[in-house]
């Protein structure tokens, strides 16, 4: 089967298309015909050896999905083969086929595409932790967030006015306004040198912010800051592009509430995955958060669709389409 696989960190070119052996499910693990394969943020730091230093090359990339069960291991009863089913945090999922484990895998249901699926469970997964176990958006709350018309933002953006929020969003370039309004951000500002705080404090009527989501490396921290108002909270996510260093916690302002969120410290098992999953298909299946799909490539334009999203020029969901 063809798969994505680096043989070194690096560029873009270390992205290979190559032939590996057939994976065989092993004990509680299903054998998955990827339908789409989602490109990750995330992907361009394991590709730059930022992360998943540990796996040994010849290394696969990719960590989402969605797909059709071919075969199941022994002691696998939560899957079976021909059913439609999607994934996140797998290891190798730029290829044809996946073995992996059955209890990282949630049911599709009929009403949505694998594309969508696909497309949905990181960022999806993430939008939701985010607005509400994070910091629980409540009605009349302004947000800003960054990135606003990327997969994440999309997404996130929808969360917040589906929880009675508003939404400052932060785009790079005047293009990607229309996107983001499009999702309700009801303001766009557009910064590339983390110069917006002044214009975010001024949206949110002269108190600054609630929440802020900031995923955008250390230019953005300082001004992520100044536009929060008192007590606000600041949900950081960003380890591809980085941190501000070390903290001085006298420095922040105070009574602000400031954290590293990842979805998986929250949805942490395989039941609360599937119940996190069964609502985030909900909403989608009854049209109360669409995704939008910016992009497909082949396995083959894995490379392409790295060096599109590092240039900032992308605006949704990437898929490869084995
Ligand atoms: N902690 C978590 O659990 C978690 C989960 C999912 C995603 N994330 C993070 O969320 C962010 C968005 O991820 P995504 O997968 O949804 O990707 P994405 O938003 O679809 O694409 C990445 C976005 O980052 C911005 N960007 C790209 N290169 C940049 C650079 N060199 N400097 C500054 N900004 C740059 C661009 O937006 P603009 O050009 O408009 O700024 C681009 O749209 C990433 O930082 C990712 O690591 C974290």
């Keep these: ?32 015909e990827v339908a789409a394969a989602g490109v990750n943020f ?84 993430t939008a939701s932790h985010f607005a509400t176990n994070f910091y629980s958006v409540q009605p009349g709350d302004v947000a800003l967030v960054h990135a606003a018309a990327g997969g994440l933002g999309l997404l996130l953006t929808q969360v917040i006015k589906l929880r009675g929020g508003r939404v400052i969003g932060r785009v790079s370039s005047e293009d990607k306004v229309v996107v983001a309004k499009d ?51 600041f949900c950081w996510y960003g380890p591809v592009l980085g941190g501000p260093g070390a903290l001085d916690i006298m420095s922040l302002p105070r009574s602000i509430k400031i954290g590293y969120a990842s979805f998986v410290d929250h949805v942490h098992t395989p039941a609360l995955l599937r119940t996190h999953c069964v609502q985030l298909f909900d909403w989608i299946a009854h049209g109360v958060l669409k995704v939008r799909i910016g992009g497909t490539y082949p396995l083959a334009g894995a490379s392409r669709a790295h060096a599109d999203m590092e240039s900032r020029t992308t605006t949704g969901k990437l898929l490869l389409i084995p």
């Design 1 to 32: 089967m063809k798969a994505i696989v680096m043989h070194r960190v690096g560029a873009i070119e270390v992205l290979e298309l190559a032939d590996r052996p057939d994976p065989v499910p092993g004990p509680g693990q299903a054998l998955v």
């Design 42 to 125: 995330m992907d361009t730091g394991v590709r730059r050896g930022q992360f998943w230093t540990e796996i040994p090359f010849p290394r696969g990339l990719g960590v989402e999905g969605a797909g059709r069960v071919l075969a199941v291991g022994d002691g696998v009863n939560n899957v079976q083969p021909g059913q439609r089913v999607a994934w996140v945090y797998a290891p190798g999922s730029y290829a044809e086929r996946i073995a992996l484990p059955a209890d990282a895998l949630v049911p599709v249901p009929d009403a949505i595409d694998d594309r969508t699926a696909a497309a949905a469970m990181m960022q999806g997964l």
């Design 183 to 233: 999702a309700g951000a009801d303001h766009v500002i557009v910064d590339t040198e983390g110069q917006f705080a002044m214009e975010a404090v001024r949206l949110s009527g002269g108190e600054g912010v609630h929440v802020v989501y900031d995923g955008s490396g250390p230019m953005t921290f300082q001004a992520s800051l100044d536009s929060l108002r008192r007590c606000g909270t």
